[in-house]
T-cell receptor, first 112, second 115 residues
Framework: GDSVTQMEGPVTLSEEAFLTINCTYTATGYPSLFWYVQYPGEGLQLLLKATKADDKGSNKGFEATYRKETTSFHLEKGSVQVSDSAVYFC???????????FGTGTSLTVIP | DAGITQSPRHKVTETGTPVTLRCHQTENHRYMYWYRQDPGHGLRLIHYSYGVKDTDKGEVSDGYSVSRSKTEDFLLTLESATSSQTSVYFCAVSQGSGTGIYEQFFGPGTRLTVL
C-alpha cells in the first residue's frame, strides 16, 4: 500500500546551517506530496506541497522537489534559524480514495 | 486558516467514563478526520468522514466511535476511556474531488489524559 518514510530524528543543527530531511514514498499511482510543520503545543501546518513530478514546493525558505525517479521529496533549507525548531512531517495523498499518509515526523532543534 | 476549532482543548477523565471530543469547521470542507498523536507513532488515523452521516474506520478505530450529523461538526467518542487512550487528538479537514483529496488542515488539538 501507499506509505511515507522519513528520516529518524532528532536532528540538532546550529543556526545558519544547511538542513536536509529525507522523505521517500511508496505509491501505486501519481500522488501529491506535502510537508507539514508542527510547533510545540500546536497542530500541524502545511509548509509546502507538490502535485506532480518535478514540481518544486517552496515556502519560508524551505524547498522540496518531487522526484518520481527516486520516489523522494526531501525537505531542504539553506540557513536554518532558531525559530525553525519544530517537528516536520512528510505526507502523501494518493489522489484516489479518502486518506492521507503521514511519516512519523522528524524533530529539528536549532541552537544559537 | 481553515476555521477549525476543537473542544475541549484539555481534558482529564477517569478510566471507564465516556468522553466526547468535538471538531467544528466553518468552511464547508467535505472531509473530516480524527487522528491521535503519540510519541514514537506519529499521527494515526482513528476515523474519517466523507460527508454527513458517511464515516469510515482508520487504522486505530477500536474503542472509538464518530458521528457527523452536520457538515460542520465531527464528534469523536471514547465509549469507555482507558489509559491507553491518553493522547493528543487532532481533527483535520480537507476538500476533495472525485479523484481524491487535497491538502489537510489541522485543528489545534485536544490533550486527553485518562487516569
Amino acid at each position: 500500500g501507499d506509505s511515507v518514510t522519513q528520516m529518524e530524528g532528532p536532528v540538532t543543527l546550529s543556526e545558519e546551517a544547511f538542513l536536509t530531511i529525507n522523505c521517500t514514498y511508496t505509491a501505486t499511482g501519481y500522488p501529491s506530496l506535502f510537508w507539514y510543520v508542527q510547533y510545540p503545543g500546536e497542530g500541524l501546518q502545511l509548509l509546502l506541497k507538490a502535485t506532480k513530478a518535478d514540481d518544486k514546493g517552496s515556502n519560508k525558505g524551505f524547498e522540496a522537489t518531487y522526484r518520481k525517479e527516486t520516489t523522494s521529496f526531501h525537505l531542504e533549507k539553506g540557513s536554518v534559524q532558531v525559530s525553525d525548531s519544530a517537528v516536520y512531517f512528510c505526507a502523501l495523498s494518493p489522489n484516489t480514495g479518502n486518506q492521507f499518509y503521514f511519516g512519523t515526523g522528524t524533530s529539528l532543534t536549532v541552537i544559537p | 486558516d481553515a476555521g477549525i476549532t476543537q473542544s475541549p482543548r484539555h481534558k482529564v477523565t477517569e478510566t471507564g467514563t465516556p468522553v466526547t471530543l468535538r471538531c467544528h469547521q466553518t468552511e464547508n470542507h467535505r472531509y473530516m478526520y480524527w487522528y491521535r498523536q503519540d510519541p514514537g507513532h506519529g499521527l494515526r488515523l482513528i476515523h474519517y468522514s466523507y460527508g454527513v452521516k458517511d464515516t469510515d474506520k482508520g487504522e486505530v478505530s477500536d474503542g472509538y466511535s464518530v458521528s457527523r450529523s452536520k457538515t460542520e461538526d465531527f464528534l469523536l467518542t471514547l465509549e469507555s476511556a482507558t489509559s491507553s487512550q491518553t493522547s493528543v487528538y487532532f481533527c483535520a479537514v480537507s476538500q476533495g474531488s472525485g479523484t481524491g483529496i487535497y491538502e489537510q488542515f489541522f485543528g489545534p488539538g485536544t490533550r486527553l489524559t485518562v487516569l
